[in-house]
C-alpha cells in the first residue's frame, strides 16, 4: 500500500478529559494502551472541540464546520442531508466503516458513505427521519442478548440504563467495539475488499456517564490526584457556571443518569473523590479494548500501512469548579486529547506538537492523507505541513462555540435558562482565552499562569485592551464562517 492511500483508523472516545493519560500529565491511571499510542504518535498538546456537548462537536469532526454552519447547535439535531460528511468525502477506493455512536441521526441506518455499520444506540428513533426505521434495533442489543443481558427499552437511553444494569466489562458498549472493530481487522486482508485500502471509525460511548462502571473499584478513591480547582465554586466566573456549581456541590446529580441509578454524594469530598476515580475508571475501559485494537493491527501486518486518530469530542468535568458533566468552555471540557499516528512521519517516536488546534482541522488533515487533492469547502485546514515540521501552530487561535437554546434538564429552570445563552470563545496564540456572551458575566484566562482557570481577568483594567484585541479576533472569525451570533459591544 502506498502512502498516498494508508488505511485510516479514527478511535473516539465520549467525554474523555485531555488529563486522563501520561501524555497529558496523569502518571497514575492505568491507560497503557493509550500511553502506547502516544509514545510512537504526535501529541497535540491543546486541542479544542468546537463546542462541548455531543452531536455538535461530533458534527464539526464530520464536516469540517463550526456547528452555527452545520446547524447542528444541540443535542437531538440531525446533520443535514446536504452537508457532506467524512465517509461521503473519502476517495471512492476506500472502503468505509463505521461503529459506534453517531448522534448525528437515523443512528442504526448505514448512511454517509459507511459500507459497514455497526450501530450501538437505538433510543433516538423517535427523531429518525423514516418511519420504517423505528423498528430497526441496534447491534449493540444482539450482543447483550448473547451475553445473557436484555437490552434496555428504546425509550432509555444507555446512560440512564446502564448505571443500574450491573455489567461485565465484557458487556459494555466498550466491550462490544472492541471486539467488533478488532475483527473487522482481522478480516479484512482475506475479505473480498482487501485490495481497497480502508477507514475505520470507531465512536466509543465511554468514559461518558454514567460514573460507573464495571471497574468502579479499581483506583483507591482518597489517593487519586486532584487539583486546585478540584470543588471549588467559579466566584468570579459566568453565572451559569456558578448555578451549575451551586447545584452540584449542593447534592444535585446529573439528572439523566440519576434516573437509571447513578446516584453520587456530591455535597462532601469522598462522594466526589469517588464519582472522579469511577469516571477514570470507565477511561481505563476503554484502554483496554484500545488494546484489542491495536493488538489486531500488529497481528495482521497491518499497522505501518495505517494513520492512527484517537481523541474524543469533548472533556468531563468531574468536580472541577463544582461541576459535573461539560456544556461549558472550562478548559475540563473542552480541551480534548489528539493523538496522530502516521507511520511513515513517526517511525516509533513520539513529537509533541506545541501550540492549539481545532477539531474541524482533523477532517481535512485526514482527506489531505488520503490523497483527496480537490478539497471542499470547510472551516478547518489541513495540518500534514505541522506533522511534516514544515510549520507550527505558534501563532494559531482557535475558536469555541457555545448554542445551547433548547437542551435538556440540567437541575433547574434558572439553569436550564442561563445554560441556554450563547458563547463565543477563543484562545490565543499567546494562550488567553476570552469567553464572551451577551447575557452573563464574560471571561478572561491567562493559560499561562493559571492554568486551572481560577481567576476571571476581565474586568481587570490592565487587560481591557487583551480584550478588545481578542474580541476583534473573534469578530473576524465570526464574519470569516457566517456566524451572526451577537457578541457584547467593548
Given at each position: 500500500?502506498?502512502?498516498?492511500?494508508?488505511?485510516?483508523?479514527?478511535?473516539?472516545?465520549?467525554?474523555?478529559?485531555?488529563?486522563?493519560?501520561?501524555a497529558?500529565?496523569?502518571?497514575?491511571?492505568?491507560?497503557?494502551?493509550?500511553?502506547?499510542?502516544?509514545?510512537?504518535?504526535?501529541?497535540?498538546?491543546?486541542?479544542?472541540?468546537?463546542?462541548?456537548?455531543?452531536?455538535?462537536?461530533?458534527?464539526?469532526?464530520?464536516?469540517?464546520?463550526?456547528?452555527?454552519?452545520?446547524?447542528?447547535?444541540?443535542?437531538?439535531?440531525?446533520?443535514?442531508?446536504?452537508?457532506?460528511?467524512?465517509?461521503?468525502?473519502?476517495?471512492?477506493?476506500?472502503?468505509?466503516?463505521?461503529?459506534?455512536?453517531?448522534?448525528?441521526?437515523?443512528?442504526?441506518?448505514?448512511?454517509?458513505?459507511?459500507?459497514?455499520?455497526?450501530?450501538?444506540?437505538?433510543?433516538?428513533?423517535?427523531?429518525?427521519?423514516?418511519?420504517?426505521?423505528?423498528?430497526?434495533?441496534?447491534?449493540?442489543?444482539?450482543?447483550?442478548?448473547?451475553?445473557?443481558?436484555?437490552?434496555?427499552?428504546?425509550?432509555?437511553?444507555?446512560?440512564?440504563?446502564a448505571?443500574?444494569?450491573?455489567?461485565?466489562e465484557?458487556?459494555?458498549?466498550a466491550?462490544?467495539?472492541?471486539?467488533?472493530?478488532?475483527?473487522?481487522?482481522?478480516?479484512?486482508?482475506?475479505?473480498?475488499?482487501?485490495n481497497q485500502p480502508?477507514?475505520?471509525?470507531?465512536?466509543?460511548?465511554?468514559?461518558?456517564?454514567?460514573?460507573?462502571?464495571?471497574?468502579?473499584?479499581?483506583?483507591?478513591?482518597?489517593?487519586?490526584?486532584?487539583?486546585?480547582?478540584?470543588?471549588?465554586?467559579?466566584?468570579?466566573?459566568?453565572?451559569?457556571?456558578r448555578?451549575?456549581?451551586?447545584?452540584?456541590l449542593?447534592?444535585?446529580?446529573?439528572?439523566?443518569?440519576?434516573?437509571?441509578?447513578?446516584?453520587?454524594?456530591?455535597?462532601?469530598?469522598?462522594?466526589?473523590?469517588?464519582?472522579?476515580?469511577?469516571?477514570f475508571?470507565?477511561v481505563?475501559?476503554?484502554?483496554?479494548?484500545?488494546?484489542?485494537?491495536?493488538?489486531?493491527?500488529?497481528?495482521?501486518?497491518?499497522?505501518?500501512?495505517?494513520?492512527?486518530?484517537?481523541?474524543?469530542?469533548?472533556?468531563?468535568?468531574?468536580?472541577?469548579?463544582?461541576?459535573?458533566?461539560?456544556r461549558?468552555?472550562?478548559?475540563?471540557a473542552?480541551?480534548?486529547?489528539?493523538?496522530?499516528?502516521?507511520?511513515?512521519?513517526?517511525?516509533?517516536?513520539?513529537?509533541?506538537?506545541?501550540?492549539?488546534?481545532?477539531?474541524?482541522?482533523?477532517?481535512?488533515?485526514?482527506?489531505?492523507?488520503?490523497?483527496?487533492?480537490?478539497?471542499?469547502?470547510?472551516?478547518?485546514?489541513?495540518?500534514?505541513?505541522?506533522?511534516?515540521?514544515?510549520?507550527d501552530?505558534?501563532?494559531?487561535?482557535?475558536?469555541?462555540?457555545w448554542?445551547?437554546?433548547?437542551?435538556?434538564?440540567?437541575?433547574?429552570?434558572?439553569?436550564?435558562?442561563?445554560?441556554?445563552?450563547?458563547?463565543?470563545?477563543?484562545?490565543?496564540?499567546?494562550?488567553?482565552?476570552?469567553?464572551?456572551?451577551?447575557?452573563?458575566?464574560?471571561?478572561?484566562?491567562d493559560?499561562?499562569?493559571?492554568?486551572?482557570?481560577?481567576?476571571?481577568?476581565?474586568?481587570?483594567?490592565?487587560?481591557?485592551?487583551?480584550v478588545?484585541?481578542?474580541?476583534?479576533?473573534?469578530r473576524?472569525?465570526?464574519?470569516?464562517?457566517?456566524?451572526?451570533?451577537p457578541?457584547?459591544?467593548?
Amino acid at each position: 500500500m502506498s502512502v498516498s492511500q494508508p488505511n485510516i483508523l479514527f478511535v473516539l472516545t465520549d467525554q474523555q478529559r485531555t488529563d486522563s493519560m501520561a501524555a497529558y500529565g496523569n502518571n497514575w491511571i492505568d491507560a497503557r494502551n493509550m500511553d502506547a499510542l502516544a509514545a510512537r504518535s504526535f501529541i497535540f498538546e491543546n486541542c479544542y472541540c468546537t463546542q462541548p456537548v455531543c452531536t455538535p462537536s461530533r458534527g464539526s469532526l464530520m464536516t469540517g464546520l463550526y456547528p452555527h454552519a452545520t446547524g447542528v447547535v444541540r443535542n437531538r439535531i440531525p446533520l443535514p442531508v446536504d452537508t457532506p460528511s467524512l465517509g461521503e468525502q473519502m476517495p471512492d477506493d476506500y472502503y468505509n466503516a463505521h461503529m459506534g455512536k453517531w448522534h448525528l441521526g437515523d443512528d442504526v441506518i448505514a448512511q454517509r458513505g459507511f459500507d459497514t455499520w455497526l450501530a450501538i444506540e437505538d433510543f433516538h428513533r423517535a427523531h429518525y427521519s423514516k418511519k420504517e426505521y423505528r423498528n430497526i434495533e441496534a447491534h449493540y442489543n444482539d450482543w447483550l442478548r448473547q451475553h445473557g443481558v436484555e437490552p434496555p427499552h428504546w425509550t432509555k437511553s444507555y446512560e440512564a440504563w446502564a448505571g443500574g444494569a450491573g455489567l461485565t466489562e465484557e458487556q459494555t458498549q466498550a466491550g462490544y467495539l472492541g471486539h467488533v472493530a478488532s475483527e473487522f481487522i482481522r478480516d479484512y486482508p482475506s475479505g473480498k475488499h482487501a485490495n481497497q485500502p480502508w477507514l475505520l471509525q470507531v465512536n466509543f460511548f465511554e468514559p461518558h456517564p454514567p460514573y460507573t462502571g464495571p471497574f468502579n473499584d479499581l483506583y483507591d478513591h482518597d489517593a487519586i490526584e486532584v487539583g486546585p480547582a478540584f470543588m471549588q465554586r467559579p466566584d468570579t466566573g459566568s453565572l451559569v457556571n456558578r448555578l451549575r456549581a451551586d447545584f452540584y456541590l449542593g447534592g444535585g446529580n446529573n439528572p439523566l443518569g440519576l434516573a437509571g441509578g447513578d446516584a453520587h454524594d456530591t455535597t462532601t469530598e469522598a462522594g466526589w473523590r469517588k464519582l472522579r476515580a469511577q469516571y477514570f475508571a470507565n477511561v481505563t475501559l476503554v484502554d483496554r479494548q484500545l488494546g484489542k485494537i491495536l493488538d489486531a493491527l500488529e497481528a495482521t501486518g497491518q499497522t505501518d500501512s495505517t494513520i492512527i486518530v484517537f481523541s474524543s469530542d469533548h472533556g468531563e468535568m468531574a468536580g472541577d469548579h463544582g461541576m459535573c458533566e461539560k456544556r461549558n468552555l472550562y478548559e475540563e471540557a473542552s480541551r480534548v486529547p489528539l493523538m496522530m499516528h502516521v507511520p511513515w512521519l513517526n517511525q516509533g517516536a513520539a513529537t509533541r506538537v506545541p501550540g492549539s488546534v481545532s477539531h474541524v482541522d482533523i477532517l481535512p488533515t485526514l482527506l489531505d492523507f488520503a490523497g483527496v487533492t480537490d478539497m471542499p469547502d470547510m472551516h478547518g485546514v489541513s495540518r500534514t505541513n505541522v506533522l511534516r515540521g514544515e510549520t507550527d501552530l505558534s501563532e494559531n487561535d482557535v475558536f469555541t462555540e457555545w448554542d445551547g437554546m433548547g437542551d435538556r434538564n440540567l437541575g433547574s429552570p434558572e439553569i436550564n435558562r442561563m445554560v441556554s445563552m450563547p458563547w463565543r470563545g477563543v484562545i490565543s496564540g499567546d494562550r488567553f482565552k476570552l469567553n464572551l456572551s451577551p447575557a452573563d458575566q464574560c471571561e478572561l484566562y491567562d493559560l499561562n499562569t493559571d492554568p486551572h482557570e481560577m481567576h476571571n481577568l476581565f474586568d481587570d483594567p490592565v487587560h481591557r485592551d487583551r480584550v478588545r484585541d481578542m474580541a476583534a479576533r473573534i469578530r473576524m472569525w465570526q464574519a470569516a464562517t457566517g456566524d451572526t451570533m451577537p457578541i457584547p459591544t467593548l
